[in-house]
């Protein structure tokens, strides 16, 4: 057992070494794709996943992590294509201004759907196309592919970072 484990609370320790810690990761990645996690950095998901339960389970964290966040964004992408704009804009749980999501509509009309997998793949960009996509109707198979790609690109990233960071300081 890590040492972070080891010093959490019982009942969470016993949560994260269970079958379940993957349930409550998949559930966490689900609500970070709809861009609905406002509690916790994307950027600090994979990695503390990987303390948490153990770098050993690498492929099962970045697995669940591409098909959660994926998810997530589906749900969005489908409630921009099918509610539209006012819809979202007058959602309380819908935290980006008119202003931002026009600007990001210029953006997805002058570089085209391949902009969902780069900016999914960024830093500080994830999931912030999902809601102009839904609006230009776009295809949702195409939308679900490129989500998936920069999502594992991104979390395959951090995760790369976190391994090579952890040998170069142990």
Sequence with gaps: M???IAELPPFLRELL??????VVLFAVFVLEG????YVAPSELLVPG????????YLLPILGVAVIGATIGQFALFLV?????????LSRSWFRI?????????GWF????????????????????????AGFAEMS???FLALSAVGTLIFEGALAALYLVGGQVLA
């Design 34 to 37: 709809a861009m609905l996690l």
């Design 80 to 88: 921009a294509q099918r509610g539209g704009r006012e819809y979202l």
């Design 140 to 142: 949702p198979r195409r």
């Design 49 to 56: 996943a990987l303390v948490l339960i153990g770098p050993e």
């Design 17 to 22: 070494v269970s079958d379940l810690a993957f």
């Design 97 to 105: 201004d008119e202003s931002k999501i026009e600007r990001f509509d």
């Design 109 to 132: 009309e002058r570089w085209g759907p391949l902009v969902i997998l780069a900016s999914n793949a960024m830093l500080f960009t994830r999931g912030m196309f999902t809601v102009p």
């Design 2 to 4: 890590s040492a972070p």
